[in-house]
Nanobody
Framework: QVQVVESGGGLVQAGGSLRLSCAAS????????MGWYRQAPGKQRELVAS???????NYADSMKDRFTISRDNARNTVALQMNSLKAEDTDVYYC????????WGQGKKVTDST
């Protein structure tokens, strides 16, 4: 059974930092790409950042100077370090693991505490 489990998230003030982590298990084929997406109510899910098995990264333009994605291939984990958070970063963040199929976590909410 495939599981994609996120951790982290929560309340944060504008200008603050937060780290999201994700672990994929039960995926028997190689996970080619892992990443993070976010979705606001009533809007489409959008890419935040992704990283390939070889370490190539891709960021949304509005986040590439503030967020950093990293990955541990041996553990099938991916993390997103978010710095200089803005009010508009308040969303539900979803972990994605892509191999032969796409797998998604349940989502972690990042909320502006101000």
């Amino acid at each position: 059974q495939v599981q994609v489990v996120e951790s982290g998230g929560g309340l944060v003030q504008a200008g603050g930092s937060l780290r999201l982590s994700c672990a994929a298990s039960g995926v028997f084929s190689s996970i080619n790409v892992m990443g993070w997406y976010r979705q606001a109510p009533g809007k489409q899910r959008e890419l935040v950042a992704s990283i390939t098995r070889g370490g190539s990264t891709n960021y949304a333009d509005s986040m590439k100077d503030r967020f950093t994605i990293s990955r541990d291939n041996a553990r099938n984990t991916v993390a997103l370090q978010m710095n200089s958070l803005k009010a508009e970063d308040t969303d539900v963040y979803y972990c994605h693991a892509g191999s032969f199929l796409d797998y998604w976590g349940q989502g972690k909410k990042v909320t502006d505490s101000t």
